[in-house]
């Protein structure tokens, strides 16, 4: 009996170490993913190195590396992972869906394109062009971004993607949203943003067929 409950013992013991173990790990590997994006919007591709992620982590080096062998595991999977949160962050504005507010839609569309994750992949994008080791991973991991957030424009502007143009209308929106996000990197663009949003918006209505409350 006793060497049951001694067995029983260990069993318990290494259950209970294992959780804050895998939650520690769980959240080291949230810190380099967050903190690599923030390194590649400040600092762009050459200045962004491991090391100087790791130490923005508040992690070493080495639980860097356990986390991600190589600079490109690293950097590809930070962008993955915030343009996830993004994904998740955009539906979440609208959780009834969009109730014909379009305008709304496209703003909060736009938004995505002109913040730190926008910048940190524009530099990822920009490195891969140079990188043949990189540029594969990037142009997968680009498609599978772009995938995601032409689904979500789609359902957030009630667009009835089978009639023809309007899988071009929703892509040339987020081209367009592309385009002021790169025109905000030099100068704080926001007060000629608002006016292209609302015209866009107008033009959406016009192209989609306007959307009664309650439909999305």
Known sequence: MGAVNSANTITTVTTVDR????????????RLLEAAVACLAE?????STVAVV?????????????????RE????????YVAEERSLALRALFPQGAAGDRRAVVAALVDLYTGPLFRAA????????????????VTELEARVGR??????????AADEPRPGVRETVQGLLDMARGL???????????????????WATLLDDALGRVTDGAA
Do not use: M, Y
């Open 19 to 30: 959780v804050p173990k895998q939650d520690r790990s769980r959240a080291t590997r949230q």
């Open 43 to 47: 600092h762009g591709w050459t200045g």
């Open 54 to 70: 790791a130490e923005r982590a508040g992690v070493s080096r080495g639980a860097a590396q356990h986390h991600f062998p190589t």
């Open 73 to 80: 595991d690293l950097f590809t999977a930070a962008v993955e």
């Open 122 to 137: 524009l530099h990822l994008w920009v490195a891969a062009s140079n990188e043949d080791q990189l540029r594969p991973r």
């Open 148 to 157: 995601e957030t032409h689904r979500i424009a789609v359902d957030l502007l």
């Open 181 to 199: 996000g790169l025109a905000n990197l030099l100068t704080d663009d926001a007060q000629r943003r608002e006016g292209v949003v609302t015209q």
